[in-house]
């Protein structure tokens, strides 16, 4: 884990948002330092199948970038890894040890994972038994209920399995994602730890007191920054102590226009129906709440090519 710098701020992996071109803006705003990618299922990488590649494959411009996968066999999790570094080489493989969806809970993955730490600790020796050369790291929550705490036992025991990584979510499987997230859990875990901890939560909320003196390598950054990448830059001025102006509209336009652009490929042909959805809803987003927005978001809300959005974002310009 070369690459993590102090106070590294990650974009966090979100299905359905945190895809190529969206991780693409994160990096260019100079913003985000490092990404991860949506999670897939381990048994699909191993069915090779060219769409699940096509899924996790990145450009170089997102690196530093980890490809997150989940599954309950630690076997399985050992090959698709393996495959995973072979085809792809990112610069770290994490386990999902954190989502709540029914798919992933009712498969034994996932958050379901925190009620038994020597199964998350197979998988995570596993993985790194059979990688030559790339970091195994984890993405958990604080446990499985308030009543059922996971941390620090399962990060110790995730740390003595290989890990060089632990990303902690400070809410619990029965919290979802409401609710505040335990960053004094945070603190502790990190401070009980020799390998880089991740804090994650709403971490943007934090005072810039509470940034400045954690023990955290850095944080993670998750709904917050959806439509809004320069999330980051807000949170990086609190801990380096400088002003930070939020970006005027052209700014914005300018930005949701370059997403609209990788997500068709730089091509109004490439639109389809179902990402011309996603580029109004994302559009509507980098807009929200600066000048111009609500006459805009009618007409955004009509677009059916890359032309016509152009033509509405040029009025920002
Ligand atoms: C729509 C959505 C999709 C998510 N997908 C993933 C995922 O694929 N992998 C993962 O580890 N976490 C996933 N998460 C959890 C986030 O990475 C993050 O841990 C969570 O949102 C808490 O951070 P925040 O409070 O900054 O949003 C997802 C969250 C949301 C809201």
């Known amino acids: 884990m070369d690459f993590l710098k102090r106070n590294f701020l990650?974009?966090?992996?979100?299905?359905?948002?945190?895809?190529?071109?969206?991780?693409?803006?994160?990096?260019?705003?100079?913003?985000?330092?490092?990404?991860?990618?949506?999670f897939v299922y381990c048994r699909a990488v191993l069915s090779e199948a060219a769409r699940v590649?096509?899924?996790?494959?990145?450009?170089?411009?997102?690196?530093?970038?980890?490809?997150?996968?989940?599954?309950?066999?630690?076997?399985?999790?050992?090959?698709?890894?393996?495959?995973?570094?072979?085809?792809?080489?990112?610069?770290?493989?994490?386990?999902?040890?954190g989502c709540p969806a029914p798919n992933a809970v009712g498969a034994g993955a996932g958050s379901a994972l925190l009620r038994d730490v020597p199964r998350m600790s197979k998988i995570v020796s596993a993985m790194v038994g059979a990688l030559k050369k790339t970091p195994v790291t984890a993405k958990?929550?604080?446990?499985?209920?308030?009543?059922?705490?996971?941390?620090?036992?399962a990060a110790l025991a995730l740390q003595d399995a290989?890990?060089?990584?632990?990303?902690?979510?400070g809410r619990t499987k029965s919290q979802g994602y409401s609710g505040d997230a335990d960053w004094d859990l945070i603190e502790r875990t990190a401070r009980s730890l020799?390998?880089?901890?991740?804090?994650?939560?709403?971490?943007?909320?934090?005072?810039?007191?509470?940034?400045?003196?954690?023990?955290?390598?850095?944080?993670?950054?998750?709904?917050?920054?959806?439509?809004?990448?320069?999330?980051?830059?807000?949170?990086?001025?609190?801990?380096?102590?400088?002003?930070?102006?939020?970006?005027?509209?052209?700014?914005?336009?300018?930005?949701a226009l370059r997403y609209a652009r990788l997500m068709c490929d730089g091509r109004d042909s490439g639109v389809s129906p179902e990402n011309i959805t996603h580029i109004r809803s994302q559009t509507i987003r980098f807009l929200k709440g600066g000048a111009g927005f609500k006459k805009a978001r009618v007409e955004i809300l009509k677009i059916k090519t890359l032309d016509e959005l152009e033509n509405i974002l040029c009025g920002f310009f």
């Open 10 to 38: 990650f974009l966090a992996p979100m299905a359905g948002y945190t895809n190529g071109a969206c991780r693409r803006i994160f990096r260019e705003s100079g913003g985000a330092d490092g990404c991860v990618s949506e």
């Open 53 to 97: 590649f096509e899924k996790m494959a990145f450009d170089d411009a997102e690196r530093p970038f980890g490809i997150q996968i989940f599954g309950s066999d630690p076997s399985e999790m050992a090959d698709a890894a393996s495959l995973i570094e072979e085809r792809l080489s990112p610069d770290f493989i994490d386990v999902n040890f």
């Open 140 to 153: 958990m929550r604080s446990g499985w209920s308030l009543g059922e705490i996971a941390v620090p036992r």
């Open 162 to 169: 290989g890990a060089k990584m632990i990303t902690l979510h």
């Open 194 to 255: 020799s390998i880089p901890l991740i804090g994650n939560g709403s971490a943007e909320k934090l005072a810039a007191g509470s940034l400045r003196g954690s023990a955290c390598a850095g944080f993670m950054i998750g709904r917050a920054a959806l439509g809004n990448p320069w999330v980051f830059l807000k949170v990086r001025g609190e801990i380096e102590g400088r002003e930070f102006t939020p970006p005027p509209p052209s700014k914005r336009a300018r930005l």
